[in-house]
């Protein structure tokens, strides 16, 4: 089996972050219309591709998130950062019965036991991930963007 690895925003200390503070419109109803959110950023971010963006999986450049849409079980809704085309990244599909729940290290709810609070540390299913390059999420924890080895070489 590849390894699955967990897709994150570059964590340095002046990497530029998109600038929220005028921007007063709620996540659900602009991702339910056609408007495309324009936003600025903390400082010039001519070069980056990927932007943390709360509530969501990103904010990919349309290059990179062309890529993630290719090869991934994901949705996009378009937006503009400093002019440049982006792609907020959305979890689609999730793929369904990769982890496995008996090997993985979760934290689950007491009033619900069967619903996982917290994965530790993961484990999947050998057979539920493919060979070929996929982007992904799973349904224990839907806020986290996954990658299998083909997709990340």
Same mark, same amino acid.
């Given at each position: 089996?590849?390894?699955?690895?967990?897709?994150?925003?570059?964590?340095?200390? %002046?990497?530029?972050?998109? =600038?929220?503070?005028?921007?007063?419109? %709620?996540?659900?109803?602009?991702?339910?219309? =056609?408007?495309?959110?324009?936003?600025?950023?903390?400082?010039? &971010?001519?070069?980056? #591709?990927?932007?943390?963006?709360?509530?969501?999986?990103?904010? &990919?450049? %349309?290059?990179?998130?062309?890529?993630?849409?290719?090869?991934?079980?994901? =949705?996009?809704?378009?937006?503009?950062?400093?002019?440049?085309?982006?792609?907020?990244?959305?979890?689609?599909?999730?793929?369904?019965?990769?982890? %496995?729940?008996?090997?993985?290290?979760?934290?689950?709810?007491?009033?619900?036991?069967?619903?996982?609070?917290?994965?530790?540390?993961? &484990?999947?299913?050998?057979?539920?991930?493919?060979?070929?390059?996929?982007?992904?999420?799973?349904?224990?924890?839907?806020?986290?963007?996954?990658?299998?080895?083909?997709?990340? #070489?």
């Amino acid at each position: 089996m590849s390894s699955v690895y967990r897709l994150l925003a570059s964590q340095d200390e %002046d990497r530029p972050e998109l =600038d929220l503070s005028e921007f007063e419109s %709620d996540w659900r109803q602009i991702l339910s219309g =056609d408007e495309v959110v324009r936003l600025a950023t903390t400082a010039p &971010a001519t070069d980056v #591709e990927f932007f943390s963006l709360a509530g969501t999986l990103g904010a &990919a450049s %349309d290059r990179l998130a062309s890529d993630l849409l290719r090869i991934g079980c994901l =949705d996009a809704h378009p937006m503009m950062v400093e002019g440049r085309g982006f792609q907020i990244v959305l979890a689609g599909t999730p793929l369904q019965d990769a982890l %496995d729940r008996e090997q993985s290290d979760c934290a689950f709810f007491r009033s619900t036991p069967t619903k996982i609070k917290q994965i530790r540390s993961f &484990a999947f299913h050998a057979t539920a991930i493919p060979n070929t390059p996929l982007v992904f999420t799973i349904p224990e924890s839907p806020a986290l963007l996954l990658a299998n080895e083909p997709a990340v #070489e």
